[in-house]
């Protein structure tokens, strides 16, 4: 059965770093796109980041040039380099998997109904 968990949320102040981790089971993710939501209390669950097999990377505007998004594709696994944190940045992060081929542009990927397989999620709380 497929998997995906989450590690390393946590409580950060602002300006502060944090590392989350997804580490995938139950089948090879390695041809997957792999990407990263948060959902923040009473808001929709938004896209973050996503990486592709072959390292293409992108990103929300609101996390540009904070994050950075990275794969091992050999340990099935995804991690989303947090820095600069800010308050808003306080959400629930998801870690999911999508097939690759489904969409011919990246972009497409930004949206929750591309990715078949997700994570229960890592809390993640910057206070100011």
């Known amino acids: 059965q497929e998997q995906l968990v989450e590690s390393g949320g946590g409580l950060v102040q602002a300006g502060g770093s944090l590392r989350l981790s997804c580490a995938a089971s139950g089948r090879s993710f390695s041809t997957y796109a792999m990407g990263w939501f948060r959902q923040a209390p009473g808001k929709e669950r938004e896209f973050v980041s996503a990486?592709?097999?072959?390292?293409?990377?992108i990103f929300a505007e609101s996390v540009k040039g904070r994050f950075t998004i990275s794969r091992d594709n050999a340990k099935n696994t995804v991690a989303l380099q947090m820095n600069s944190l800010k308050p808003e940045d306080t959400a629930i992060y998801y870690c999911a998997a999508a097939p690759v081929g489904r969409a011919y542009y990246t972009d497409t990927y930004r949206a929750r109904n591309m990715y078949d397989f997700w994570g229960q999620g890592t809390q993640v709380t910057v206070s100011s």
């Open positions: 990486i592709w097999s072959g390292g293409k990377t």
